[in-house]
T-cell receptor
Framework: GAGVSQSPSNKVTEKGKDVELRCDPISGHTALYWYRQSLGQGLEFLIYFQGNSAPDKSGLPSDRFSAERTGGSVSTLTIQRTQQEDSAVYLCASSLEGGKGSEAFFGQGTRLTVV | AQSVSQHNHHVILSEAASLELGCNYSYGGTVNLFWYVQYPGQHLQLLLK??????LVKGIKGFEAEFIKSKFSFNLRKPSVQWSDTAEYFCAVVFSGGYNKLIFGAGTRLAVHP
C-alpha cells in the first residue's frame, strides 16, 4: 500500500480481555516499530523488528505485551488481560531498513480504550 | 539514560509571530535528529532531519532547525507562523550504537490564532 496501515483505528475493550492490534508496513520496508502514545506524554518505544526477528523488545511494559511479525511484513501487537493503564494510541512505523539513515513512516494508530 | 526533552508543552501564538521550540537530548555521542509534526486527526509526518553536514537544516513548510552540538540542542524555528501550523510537534533522536530507534520528546502543542 501507499502508507503504513493500522487496524482497527479504534478499539474499546473491557478490562481483562485480550486485544490484537495489526500493522501493515509499507511494502519492502524491512524495519518495523511499535510505539505507544499516552495522553500528555510523548511516544514511548515498545519493540523493533528487523525482518521477522525482534532484536529490541526492551520497551514492552510487561509480559502481558507481545508482538510478532510474519513474512517480513504484517505485525501484530497483542495485549493480554488488558488494564486501564493500557489505554493509549498505539502507533506503528516502518522504514526501508534498520539503519540510522532510513526515515520512519508512521501509521494513523490504533486508539485503545480499556473500560 | 538516553532521553529527549522538549521544554515547552503548550505554545500559543498569533499569526505572523516567530516560533522557536526547544529540544535537548542527553547523550554526547553521534546522533541523528528529527522533528515530526502531527496535525489534528492526521498521522505523524517528518518535518526535517539532521544526519551530518550543515547544522542548519531546512525542512518543509518554511521550518528550519539548528543543531548545536555543544548544547546538545536541536531547536525548531519558523520566522512567521500560520494558522495551518497548529499541530503537535515532536523532537526525536536516534542515538549511536544501534539501529533506527527513535527516542521522542513529550511533544509541544502549538496553537496559532488568526
Amino acid at each position: 500500500g501507499a502508507g503504513v496501515s493500522q487496524s482497527p483505528s479504534n478499539k474499546v475493550t473491557e478490562k481483562g480481555k485480550d486485544v490484537e492490534l495489526r500493522c501493515d508496513p509499507i511494502s519492502g520496508h524491512t524495519a518495523l516499530y511499535w510505539y505507544r502514545q499516552s495522553l500528555g506524554q510523548g511516544l514511548e518505544f515498545l519493540i523493533y523488528f528487523q525482518g521477522n526477528s525482534a532484536p529490541d523488545k526492551s520497551g514492552l511494559p510487561s509480559d502481558r505485551f507481545s508482538a510478532e511479525r510474519t513474512g517480513g511484513s504484517v505485525s501484530t501487537l497483542t495485549i493480554q488481560r488488558t488494564q486501564q493503564e493500557d489505554s493509549a494510541v498505539y502507533l506503528c512505523a516502518s522504514s526501508l531498513e534498520g539503519g540510522k539513515g532510513s526515515e520512519a513512516f508512521f501509521g494513523q494508530g490504533t486508539r485503545l480504550t480499556v473500560v | 539514560a538516553q532521553s529527549v526533552s522538549q521544554h515547552n508543552h503548550h505554545v500559543i501564538l498569533s499569526e505572523a509571530a516567530s516560533l522557536e521550540l526547544g529540544c535537548n537530548y542527553s547523550y554526547g555521542g553521534t546522533v541523528n535528529l528529527f522533528w515530526y509534526v502531527q496535525y489534528p486527526g492526521q498521522h505523524l509526518q517528518l518535518l526535517l532531519k539532521y544526519f551530518s553536514g550543515d547544522p542548519l537544516v531546512k525542512g518543509i513548510k518554511g521550518f528550519e532547525a539548528e543543531f548545536i552540538k555543544s548544547k546538545f540542542s536541536f531547536n525548531l524555528r519558523k520566522p512567521s507562523v500560520q494558522w495551518s501550523d497548529t499541530a503537535e510537534y515532536f523532537c526525536a533522536v536516534v542515538f549511536s550504537g544501534g539501529y533506527n530507534k527513535l527516542i521522542f520528546g513529550a511533544g509541544t502543542r502549538l496553537a496559532v490564532h488568526p
